[in-house]
């Protein structure tokens, strides 16, 4: 791939500057057709993820947006009453005080969803299992929990979305470029995982045991098997055996299908048409996430294009230093001691303390990840509430 894309190779302490993160390259590049955001919560995964979209389409690509960041924020800035499992059309035409005026849309296009987790599982079903098979897992109580709250099946549902998406604009040309928002926390790649957690869930002993009667003759079920499976009746209960035994007979039947599709998507993230974006504030426990999900990105083998760090100390317009405005408070504050002066000389200082800190926490960062490309996005003032504030971040991104 073109060269905004380094693989981040091993980690080594340089002084070397952090090479910029050039965003308009990485989405006008017709491979690009994945864009992964990750990093960990609360440091505005979402929001960059959106205004990558529409900065994107607005450049002339056809862009699906697809979000399991549970916190539904992402409808609201693009103007679309709710998000679900189906990608809606965002109007990128620009409305003001009831006027419409001229977007920079260049002949693009947007669409944004919402992962349904439940949903995706019951038309994975559906589509896999005959309709009477499809039917008893839909009813199965066991089902209905696994498919709602298990732990995994979140990331696990986002990878088979994914892979819905991506062969579906193969077919139709729907899509060019597909961005994905991952969940908040460290538990963002843990989609990565997702296919291995779950073969290892029904691949497990327990489950094997709960398939015994059904995938061997009747001689396995031994004196010790019997012994088993009346101890688990007594702890689960009659009930909810039977209901495990029959969600997990009918599901095996599926599983090889899962397996391979998961395994199908896990490649194509690894692909050089992927890009990973990993997303960071400009404080020590984002940063170390972010140092997390670089690592794991460059043992996985998966394109790594950057780093953005979000929500940084806008640059002072002042060279007045801390050292020089303290001493200038002090100097007033010792002749009036109530002096606004002297507030907004110590407020001065304060602000540069956070810019400096931030500027030595991101030059740190960039010491111990050489190569890895860097976009500094300032705070806004104001919440990201529309397309323009979402507009605005993709031009700060672009800037860099």
Not at 24 to 37: E, Q, R, Y
């Amino acid at each position: 791939m073109t060269t905004h894309r380094p693989r981040v190779g091993p980690l080594a302490a340089t002084t070397e500057r952090a090479p910029r993160l050039d965003i308009d390259a990485l989405i006008d590049d017709p491979a690009t057709g994945i864009i992964v955001c990750c990093g960990s919560g609360g440091v505005g995964k979402t929001t960059t993820s959106a205004a990558l979209a529409l900065r994107a389409a607005e450049r002339g690509r056809k862009v699906v947006v697809l979000t399991i960041d549970p916190a539904r924020r992402l409808a609201q800035s693009m103007g679309i009453e709710a998000l679900d499992n189906t990608p809606r059309p965002v109007p990128l035409a620009v409305v003001e005080e009831g006027a419409q005026r001229p977007s920079r849309n260049q002949g693009g296009s947007l669409d944004a969803m919402m992962l349904d987790m439940k949903r995706t599982f019951d038309e994975v079903v559906l589509s896999q299992a005959s309709p009477e098979k499809a039917r008893a897992i839909l009813d199965n109580p066991f089902y209905i929990a696994l498919s709602s709250s298990f732990s995994g099946t979140q990331e696990y549902m986002a990878m088979e979305k994914l892979g819905q998406i991506h062969a579906q604009a193969q077919l139709d040309g729907s899509y060019d470029l597909i961005v994905v928002d991952t969940p908040p926390s460290r538990s963002a790649l843990d989609f990565l995982d997702a296919p291995e957690r779950l073969s290892s869930f029904l691949d497990g002993r327990f489950i094997r045991l709960l398939l015994a009667p059904a995938r061997g003759p009747a001689k396995l079920m031994t004196a010790g098997v019997s012994m088993i499976t009346n101890a688990l009746t007594k702890i689960l209960g009659a009930q909810v055996l039977r209901d495990m035994q029959t969600f997990v007979a009918a599901f095996d039947t599926l599983f090889g299908g899962f397996r391979q599709r998961a395994q199908k998507t896990f490649s194509l993230l690894q692909a050089d048409g992927t890009a990973f974006v990993v997303v960071a504030a400009p404080e020590p426990d984002a940063l170390r996430e972010a140092a997390y999900f670089v690592e794991r990105l460059t043992e996985d083998e998966m394109p790594l294009a950057g780093l953005v760090v979000n929500r940084a100390s806008p640059p002072l317009s002042t060279v007045l230093s801390v050292e020089e405005a303290t001493a200038a408070a002090d100097r007033l504050v010792a002749t009036e001691p109530d002096s606004t002066t002297a507030g907004l000389l110590r407020l001065h200082a304060d602000r540069a303390r956070i810019v400096m800190r931030e500027a030595h926490l991101r030059e740190r960062w960039s010491t111990e990840h050489p190569g890895v490309a860097t976009a500094v996005v300032p705070a806004l003032s104001t919440d990201v509430h529309d397309l323009e504030g979402l507009r605005r971040i993709g031009d700060l991104l672009a800037e860099g």
